[in-house]
Structures are given as structure tokens and as C-alpha cells.
């Protein structure tokens, strides 16, 4: 296996413990520093913010780097950041240093894509990708498991000691083992900018955002569900949960092979199509506590396999912006993330029960295959016939 995909994994490791591990821990940090749980939820926000803002801005602004060295910054951002949130004195610091460490995160995962893609065998270039985010499947699958415990047993801020640590295996990881490619000669800021000017840039922000949103609609209110609706123990709650994960796992793998094998754009209306008929199941099924295991696999499986054909499709039709085009992919993912949670809470706000949020996100990932088949005809076909 190549080198430098293990080091983007490491990396993707990294970044998925310090975004979903928060969700776990956040009334311990909020019993520790003082905080009400709603005010410690804006460590949440903050850190999603920073992901959108620093997505286009650190890719456009480092641009006439090399991918190597861009990769290398980003991950001592990150170390650093995490570093002081962990020994964070105040409640500023710890606002502060959570947004900052968000910054990294979809600039890591832009230019990570791009570099997949290029130490990749031809046609094999969407499993490459799948690679990078396969740390993100182990943190859920493992990381953020062991991270709540540490933090419920222990301290939090053992948690992000660890995962500070882990930014810096990683730069130790892209130092020693990802090749230093040249820099794009003809790569400037205007030109990664001037993506946006294009509706086909704007489409696929839609189809990300509002197709990613179906799996945050569902998995936002997961924990709930299970408890008020399938009747489980509470202490089933993390074993639910290593199932989704290991699901997710298992999707990102198959979807890389997909998209290499039936083009990214057809994978992702497949994808997309499955997880609102996976969704409408777990409707159905949500009061039966037997379905409540094969469901939290086959749905993670199934939400998760969008990952790598989305970012496929970025790259593949943002000539000259490539790693831009990738890193907004990042941005979009969690526009989704908060949009299917928002979304998702209205009916709950009604009165309605726990397993509703999969209805709204039945609808937007319908919505999300729609839009991909527009993306598919309009732009992959139009450019095909050129």
C-alpha cells in the first residue's frame, strides 16, 4: 500500500476524532469549564464554522505551495490548535482555539483528495480517496468510542492531548512519506476563486449540502431514537453506534470502487437513491428493537459510501481549481451537517417522534440524487459530447 495514502488516513484519523469526539464529551466539558450544555454546544458550531471558512482560504491563499508543504502546515495548524484547546485556561481560549483547529479540516481534506488522485494507479483514483477517508471511519468506528470513554473516566482534556498528538504523527507521517509534488504553475487565487462564478460550482454545493443531510437528519437523533422509539437499554446506545461506524467503513471502501467502476456521478445518484430507501425503512422499522442493529450498519453503510464519488465529481469538473473545487466539497459537507440537524429537530419541535428526522431525511437525499442526476446530464454528458 502506498505510503502517502496512509499518511492522509492518519490524518483523517486525526480529524475525525477532534469533530465527532466533541459530541460525546461535551457535558463533561461543560461541567469542567462552567459552561450550560447549550453554551458548550457552540464548540460544535464554532469548529463547523472554521471548517467553512477555512476550506476556500487556506487552499486559495497557499496555492503556489506544494501540495506537500500545504498538507504539512495544515497539520501543524492543527496540532497546535488542538494542543491549546486541550489546555485551554478560559472559556475564550477554548472558543477561540476551537474554531481555529476547525480550519484545517476541509483545506486537509481538499488538497488530501487531489493528492490522492495523483499517487493513485489509473482508474483506480476514487479508491484512493475512499483510503483518506478511511481514518475517518476508523475514529467513528474506534477513535471516538475510546476518546468519550477517556473523557468520562478521566478527563477531556486527555482526549485532545491525544488528539493533538495525533496532528503531529501525522505531519511526521506526510514528512517522511509523501513524495514532494511540484507545484502547479498554473495555479493562482483568482483562478481557484473564479470556480464560484460558475452555476456548475453552485450545483454541486446543492447536491453535497442538501444530499449529505439526509444521513445528519437520521444520525443527529440516532441516540433518542433508539432509546424512546426501539425501547433499548441506554447502555445499548454505544454498541448502536460502533455498528453505524463500522457500516461506515465498510460503505467507504465500496463506494471508491463504485464510482472507479460506474463513473462518480452515477455512484452518487445510486447512493443517494439507496440511503432515502434505507431511510424509509428505518422509519418503518424504527419501533422494532431487533431492527435496530442491521439498520444502524446498512444505513452507515450506505450514507457513507457518497463520500468518495462526491469528491470525484468535484475534481473531475473543476479543471484548474481542482483542490478548491474539493476543499468547498468539505465546506458543503457540513453546511449539510448542520442543515440536516436543523431540518431534522422541526418535527420533534411538533411533538413527533424520534424516528421522524428520517423522513426528512428521506427527502433531502431523494433531493440529493435528483440533483446529481442533473449534474450528470447538464454537466458530465454536455462536456462528454464537446
Known amino acids: 500500500m502506498n505510503k502517502g495514502l496512509i499518511a492522509l488516513a492518519c490524518g483523517g484519523l486525526a480529524i ?3 469533530e465527532f469526539t466533541m459530541m460525546g464529551i461535551l ?3 461543560a461541567k469542567d469549564v462552567g459552561m450550560t450544555i447549550p453554551e458548550a454546544s457552540n464548540l460544535i458550531a464554532l469548529y463547523a464554522l472554521g471548517v467553512v471558512v477555512g476550506a476556500p482560504t487556506l487552499v486559495a491563499f497557499t496555492s503556489k505551495y506544494s501540495p506537500k508543504h500545504i498538507l504539512l502546515f495544515l497539520m501543524l495548524l492543527f496540532f497546535v490548535f488542538n494542543g491549546l484547546f486541550a489546555f485551554a485556561p478560559d472559556r475564550f481560549t477554548l472558543l477561540v482555539s476551537r474554531f481555529v483547529a476547525g480550519l484545517p479540516h476541509g483545506a486537509f481534506f481538499g488538497v488530501g483528495s487531489v493528492v490522492a488522485a495523483r499517487l493513485a494507479k489509473p482508474g483506480k483514483e476514487a479508491q484512493a480517496i475512499a483510503m483518506m477517508f478511511t481514518g475517518m471511519t476508523i475514529a467513528n468506528l474506534a477513535g471516538v468510542p475510546l476518546g468519550t470513554y477517556i473523557g468520562h473516566h478521566y478527563t477531556w482534556r486527555i482526549t485532545y492531548g491525544v488528539i493533538s498528538l495525533l496532528g503531529l504523527l501525522t505531519f511526521v507521517a506526510i514528512w517522511l ?19 464560484f462564478t460558475t452555476w456548475q460550482a453552485w450545483l454541486m454545493v446543492a447536491v453535497i449540502a442538501i444530499g449529505t443531510g439526509g444521513l445528519f437528519a437520521w444520525i443527529s437523533y440516532i441516540a433518542p431514537m433508539v432509546t424512546e422509539v426501539s425501547k433499548l437499554p441506554a447502555d445499548r446506545v454505544p454498541f448502536i453506534m460502533v455498528l453505524v461506524g463500522f457500516g461506515m467503513f465498510v460503505g467507504n471502501i465500496l463506494g471508491g470502487k463504485l464510482a472507479d467502476t460506474i463513473s462518480p456521478s452515477k455512484a452518487a ?16 422499522t424504527a419501533d422494532i428493537p431487533s431492527f ?3 439498520m444502524a450498519f446498512i444505513t452507515g453503510m450506505i450514507s457513507f459510501s457518497i463520500g468518495s464519488p462526491l469528491q470525484m465529481m468535484l475534481i473531475t469538473n473543476a479543471k484548474g481549481a481542482e483542490t478548491f ?3 468547498g466539497g468539505q465546506a458543503s459537507f457540513n453546511i449539510g451537517n448542520s442543515l440536516g440537524a436543523y431540518l431534522g429537530a422541526i418535527p420533534i419541535a411538533y411533538g413527533y417522534a424520534y424516528n421522524y428526522p428520517s423522513l426528512i431525511g428521506v427527502v433531502m437525499a431523494t433531493f440529493g440524487a435528483i440533483l446529481a442526476y442533473v449534474f450528470l446530464v447538464k454537466v458530465v454528458y454536455k462536456n462528454m459530447n464537446r
Open 292 to 294: 435496530a442493529y442491521p
Open 177 to 195: 512519506w509523501m513524495p514532494n509534488f511540484e507545484v502547479n504553475k498554473n495555479n493562482n487565487i483568482r483562478k481557484q476563486i473564479s470556480y
Open 27 to 29: 457535558p463533561d466539558i
Open 16 to 18: 475525525g476524532m477532534t
Open 325 to 327: 473545487a474539493a476543499a
Open 269 to 284: 445518484i445510486s447512493s443517494f437513491s439507496a440511503m432515502a430507501i434505507c431511510l424509509v425503512v428505518v422509519f418503518f
